[in-house]
């Protein structure tokens, strides 16, 4: 895909070869954190760890009594170690394919940003975004160019006065449309990303859809928006939507499309890529087609300045509850050697 042309003219070559350590390494440097340790200094203190943990559950199994049940717990944390370098290294690989089929593709690559703001209640103001692996740049859509945007979005944060909240992640899909159109969001019935408690709140009016759609699919429009609605998610644009996943979500909002994905898409993949792009092409050329025809009738809603779908800020996110159940559950787990080597009979 050279720049400024279709999205199904990419080159998917960078997704088939295996990138070589300098890219793999540069991708990692990348994707740290502000502020966060040297790739390098990450290594050591994994292998320090890792040759720790292992000399440990070798003292303790060659000791007696109650010593050889205390070696599970060095000999799990041994295991963590290893677990994670080896996802910590698959990471950085496909992220090395993705940023090769970045620079292939004309496309600017980002390993990690933060606080990108989008349109979208996806991507809550109130909240810190984190964004991973992100593609953008221009391509063409029919007659038109668009702005392009791929990537995975996770929003973490506490308000002030607030819970804490972290939303789930997802992937993204963000595509600027050539005309004005008013805000809506078709919510998946099987997807857990888009706040629909807060979208429920926020005074924006549901519509009802045909036959099968209606039992996969909730449309939210502003008010005065319904009709608009109703030409813009024609079967085949709702059909076009599906194509992605049976789980995706779709926002129009700010002349913008925005499209909602689980986030284990693989879009490093070459054949996922491809699908993806395929998709998101069919998807804008079918919505470029119903703004074309009612471009005239779409636009007093479409530029109404206050028509917005708002999110209340009680969002579907994981609490720190549950954050706080899983490190239990961690404790837990190890401190049950512990407890069987204290209280075993001798």
Known sequence: MTPGGGLSDADLSPLRRRPGMRRVLRYARGALAPGSPSVGVI?????????????????????AGVLPFLAAIPALWALAVVHLAITWARGAMRGARIAGFARANGLVFAARQENVRRPGLGFPS???????????????????????????????????????????AFVFV?????????????????????????????????????????ERFRLFVVPGGQIDALVLLTPDVIEAVLEFSHEAELELVDGRLTLYLK???????????????????????????????YAAALAPAAQAPAARVRDSGEGSGLSWVWAGIGVATILLFVSVPLLIGVFAPR
């Open 263 to 293: 986030p284990s898409t693989a879009f490093w993949k070459p054949e996922e890529m491809r699908r993806l792009l395929l998709a998101t092409q069919r998807l804008v050329d079918l919505l470029e087609h119903q703004t074309s025809r």
């Open 43 to 63: 290594a050591c203190a994994a292998a320090v760890a890792f040759c720790a943990f292992v000399a440990l559950t070798v003292i303790l199994l060659r000791g």
């Open 174 to 214: 963000e595509v600027g449309l050539g005309t004005p159109v008013p805000h809506l969001v078709l919510k998946n019935r099987r997807a857990r990303i888009l706040p629909l408690a807060g979208i429920s709140r926020s005074g924006a009016q549901r519509l009802a859809l045909e036959g099968d759609y209606a």
């Open 126 to 168: 109130h909240l810190r975004g984190v964004e991973r692996d992100v593609l953008s740049g221009a391509a063409r859509a029919g007659a038109h160019g668009i702005g392009f945007a791929l990537g995975r979005h996770r929003a973490f944060g506490s308000g002030h006065g607030s819970s804490a909240d972290v939303r789930r």
